[in-house]
């Protein structure tokens, strides 16, 4: 049994924040502070006092996606990695993006040499990460994504998987602590692949976090 990868996208394979503010300075007057705090709080009209409100910041993550993909670009050395893991491993993309969106995302990503199953998901990944380890057979398994609010849900729904936090933009690394429920942090494809390589060829799954501790 092959062991399994099941990585983010955004920020992780490719830059998306730094191409958002772009989008939002160029056609929406919006100045978006990259690590200031939530999207929310970090994304502001000049024409008005405050941050916008929930609603309106959805909307624009909407707008983006699949519309302004094309903008985005690809994380150093992660189309590499996962050349070389593909060689040993399945590999998944697991992407918070609406259904609509999985053919852009497939198609973007293999203009970048990267082709592999996209699977879109809403909400916390923990559940869909457990179905994709059970489907795969429950190999040894790791996770990599930049939102501490995922490794607590693949904790807890599948804490048997090993947890990578990884953020590639470095105005966000520089202002994110690393995801309590993570079992490492590592912001560069080089050696996130050595440590990913390193837990397959261990063949164990991940220690609980009592453990890791």
Known sequence: MRPLLITDCDEVLLHMVKHFRTWLDEHHDIDFAIGAG??????RRRDREGPLEGEEMWSLLRDFFPREM???T?????????????????????TNLHDECQQPRLEQLAAFGINHRVVCNQGGKGEPVARLVAEFGDPVTVFVDD??????SVARHAPQVHRLHM????????????????HVRIDDWREAQAWIAARFAAGQPAP??????
Do not use: Y
């Not at 939102?147 to 607590?152: E, G, Q, T």
């Not at 953020?167 to 993570?182: D, F, K, T």
């Open 38 to 43: 939530d999207f929310q709080q970090s994304m």
């Open 70 to 72: 094309h903008r985005q």
């Open 74 to 94: 690809l994380v150093p050395h992660a189309a590499e990695a996962l050349g070389e893991l593909a060689e040993i491993a399945d590999i998944v993309v697991l």
């Open 147 to 152: 939102l501490p609010v995922h490794h607590a």
């Open 167 to 182: 953020v590639s933009e470095p105005e966000l690394a520089g202002a994110m602590p690393a995801a309590p429920q993570a």
């Open 208 to 213: 609980t976090l009592k453990e890791h501790a």
